[in-house]
């Protein structure tokens, strides 16, 4: 028979832990209506170990706490309320937006609280992670080629714009054009930036993509502060900076910093606010994510890298006292497969390191051979098949990709969902052309056979987003299927 309690056990006495009412209680800001109420007012965050070799305060703008994760969620908002204001749009409309990724979360957000259809046109190098977010906020996602052009016909604007023109009751917003867009920051991060340091501001350091966010934030802290220092960031690779000697060499060429930097000027960026421009380079901007992210405790991206990376040089002339703010536009949750994984970042040669090459080695997998894997034969499709047939397919079995054979069963490149529907969407090939007469299969894959090792396997992936592994002419696997 279990004992009788006779009486309750006294209560944890707390007041000993505590200094005061309310020692460990900071100011919590009342119930919020919806989540784009809370965009904004983002923290302002001093460096300590990253500069400490600097006699100025080094300050980081950490726009990854906005509610979609990045500095466009701020434009995202803004462009779809000037929008509803003016009686552009009206709910059951569709938005569409060409982007890097970013400003399509912050509008898709929007649209998703609002009541907005959303299509989102992004180049196929921005990564899955972003793609997955829009997703889930229930946006339409067309992919088009990363090499096109800004103005060739399978750009993500210009397929933009020719969707705009078939589907009824849509608009683009257009970041790149939106006086909105500028007017964000104008009205919004610069005068919390003016807040938080009452106007003491030595230096402003951002990258610059549609230019949006340096334009309107350098506007309005030099209306009170005219002697502020702005300093331009953009990727080699970009021809954004001016003197336009600074984008040579280089010019064009491709790198994998997203978010910052283009292939032409945008209408919202207003060169002449910039007093300085630094040019960066993918490795000393993504080492200096990594950086942040492990001497500072900033989980941001690698927009955020180059931007820091730019200020340590430009704020080498300041002085002690003086401030340096720098915009950290994103998080690192858009790169968990890219820049924060060793084996990528070693693979691109952006780190060189034994000890995680070793560990690569290390694991319990990495000396089986992709023969013992007994692999099924993997969905494949004839050159022969229709476009519109081939992305039925890929919606259907939830691939992005799908390697493509030839009559003999021999594998001659991949097709992607992207490259597919951007070509039909501009007109290059009807959706009834097959994949090899529409031009759409690539064909650079990396070949292993079937003795190699998975650890190979494993780094040729990351380099290549797909291969082959062959014995006697004949394909056995494929990465959406093998790994």
Same mark, same amino acid.
């Given at each position: 028979?279990?004992?009788?309690?006779?009486?309750?056990? &006294?209560?944890?006495?707390?007041?000993?832990?505590?200094?005061?009412?309310?020692?460990?209680l900071?100011?919590? &800001?009342?119930?919020a209506?919806?989540?784009?109420?809370?965009i904004?007012?983002?923290?302002?965050?001093?460096?300590?170990?990253?500069?400490?070799?600097?006699?100025?305060?080094?300050?980081?703008?950490?726009?990854?706490?906005?509610?979609?994760?990045?500095?466009?969620?701020?434009?995202?908002?803004?462009?779809?309320? #000037?929008?509803?204001?003016?009686?552009?749009?009206?709910?059951?409309?569709?938005?569409?937006?060409?982007?890097?990724?970013?400003?399509?979360?912050?509008?898709?957000?929007?649209?998703?609280?609002?009541?907005?259809?959303?299509?989102?046109?992004?180049?196929?190098?921005?990564?899955k992670?972003?793609?997955?977010?829009?997703?889930?906020?229930?946006?339409?996602?067309?992919?088009?080629?990363?090499?096109?052009?800004?103005?060739?016909?399978?750009?993500?604007?210009?397929?933009?714009?020719?969707?705009?023109?078939?589907?009824?009751?849509?608009?683009?917003?257009?970041q790149?054009?939106?006086?909105?867009? &500028?007017?964000?920051?104008?009205?919004?991060?610069?005068?919390?930036?003016?807040?938080?340091?009452?106007?003491?501001?030595?230096?402003?350091?951002?990258?610059?993509?549609?230019?949006?966010?340096?334009?309107?934030?350098?506007?309005?802290?030099?209306?009170?502060?005219?002697?502020?220092?702005?300093?331009?960031?953009?990727?080699?690779?970009?021809?954004?900076?001016?003197?336009?000697?600074?984008?040579?060499?280089?010019?064009?060429?491709?790198?994998?910093?997203?978010?910052?930097?283009?292939?032409?000027?945008?209408?919202?960026? #207003?060169?002449?606010?910039?007093?300085?421009?630094?040019?960066?380079k993918?490795?000393?901007?993504?080492?200096?994510?990594?950086?942040?992210?492990?001497?500072?405790?900033l989980?941001c991206?690698?927009?955020?890298?180059?931007?820091?990376?730019?200020?340590?040089?430009?704020?080498?002339?300041?002085?002690?006292?003086?401030?340096?703010?720098?915009?950290?536009?994103?998080?690192?949750?858009?790169?968990?497969?890219?820049?924060?994984?060793?084996?990528?970042?070693?693979?691109?040669?952006?780190?060189?390191?034994?000890?995680?090459?070793?560990?690569?080695?290390?694991?319990?997998?990495?000396?089986?051979?992709?023969?013992?894997?007994n692999?099924?034969?993997?969905?494949?499709?004839?050159?022969?098949?229709?476009?519109?047939?081939?992305?039925?397919?890929?919606?259907?079995?939830?691939?992005?990709?799908?390697?493509?054979? #030839?009559?003999?069963?021999?594998?001659?490149?991949?097709?992607?969902e992207?490259?597919?529907?951007?070509?039909?969407?501009?007109?290059?090939?009807?959706?009834?052309?097959?994949?090899?007469?529409?031009?759409?299969?690539?064909?650079?894959?990396?070949?292993l056979?079937?003795n190699?090792?998975?650890?190979?396997?494993?780094?040729?992936?990351?380099?290549e987003?797909?291969?082959?592994?062959?014995?006697?002419?004949?394909?056995?696997?494929?990465?959406q299927?093998?790994?």
């Amino acid at each position: 028979m279990s004992p009788k309690i006779t009486a309750k056990p &006294p209560l944890r006495d707390f007041t000993c832990h505590s200094t005061g009412p309310a020692a460990s209680l900071k100011y919590c &800001p009342p119930t919020a209506p919806n989540i784009l109420s809370v965009i904004g007012n983002t923290p302002l965050v001093k460096l300590q170990r990253v500069s400490s070799h600097l006699p100025c305060n080094i300050y980081v703008k950490c726009e990854y706490f906005n509610a979609g994760g990045s500095v466009k969620d701020r434009i995202g908002l803004r462009m779809v309320e #000037d929008a509803e204001k003016s009686g552009r749009i009206k709910k059951g409309d569709t938005l569409i937006e060409p982007t890097s990724g970013n400003t399509g979360i912050g509008i898709a957000l929007a649209a998703a609280v609002k009541g907005y259809k959303c299509i989102i046109v992004l180049p196929e190098k921005m990564s899955k992670e972003k793609v997955d977010v829009l997703k889930a906020l229930g946006a339409e996602i067309i992919r088009t080629p990363t090499e096109a052009a800004w103005d060739a016909p399978d750009s993500h604007i210009s397929i933009a714009r020719k969707l705009q023109a078939e589907t009824p009751n849509s608009h683009i917003l257009d970041q790149y054009t939106n006086p909105a867009n &500028p007017l964000a920051h104008y009205d919004g991060t610069a005068n919390e930036l003016i807040q938080q340091l009452d106007g003491k501001i030595d230096m402003l350091v951002a990258g610059a993509g549609t230019g949006g966010t340096i334009s309107g934030i350098a506007a309005r802290i030099k209306e009170g502060n005219p002697n502020c220092t702005v300093v331009g960031v953009d990727p080699v690779g970009s021809i954004l900076a001016v003197p336009d000697s600074l984008n040579d060499p280089g010019r064009l060429s491709s790198y994998h910093v997203e978010g910052i930097g283009y292939d032409f000027i945008p209408n919202v960026l #207003d060169r002449s606010l910039v007093d300085a421009w630094i040019k960066t380079k993918d490795s000393e901007s993504l080492v200096m994510m990594r950086r942040l992210i492990r001497d500072e405790g900033l989980l941001c991206g690698g927009s955020s890298g180059a931007a820091v990376s730019a200020a340590l040089q430009a704020a080498s002339a300041l002085k002690a006292g003086q401030n340096c703010v720098v915009i950290l536009p994103d998080s690192v949750r858009n790169y968990m497969t890219k820049a924060l994984s060793d084996d990528w970042m070693i693979d691109h040669e952006f780190i060189d390191d034994d000890i995680i090459k070793k560990k690569r080695y290390e694991n319990w997998w990495a000396e089986k051979r992709v023969c013992d894997l007994n692999l099924n034969t993997p969905l494949t499709i004839s050159r022969n098949v229709r476009c519109k047939d081939a992305i039925a397919l890929l919606k259907k079995e939830g691939f992005d990709m799908v390697p493509v054979i #030839d009559e003999e069963g021999d594998v001659v490149g991949v097709v992607t969902e992207g490259n597919m529907s951007s070509t039909i969407i501009s007109g290059r090939a009807s959706p009834d052309a097959t994949v090899m007469d529409a031009g759409v299969i690539y064909k650079k894959f990396k070949k292993l056979s079937m003795n190699a090792r998975l650890a190979d396997l494993a780094t040729a992936l990351d380099m290549e987003p797909y291969g082959e592994s062959f014995e006697s002419g004949v394909c056995y696997s494929h990465t959406q299927y093998l790994l």
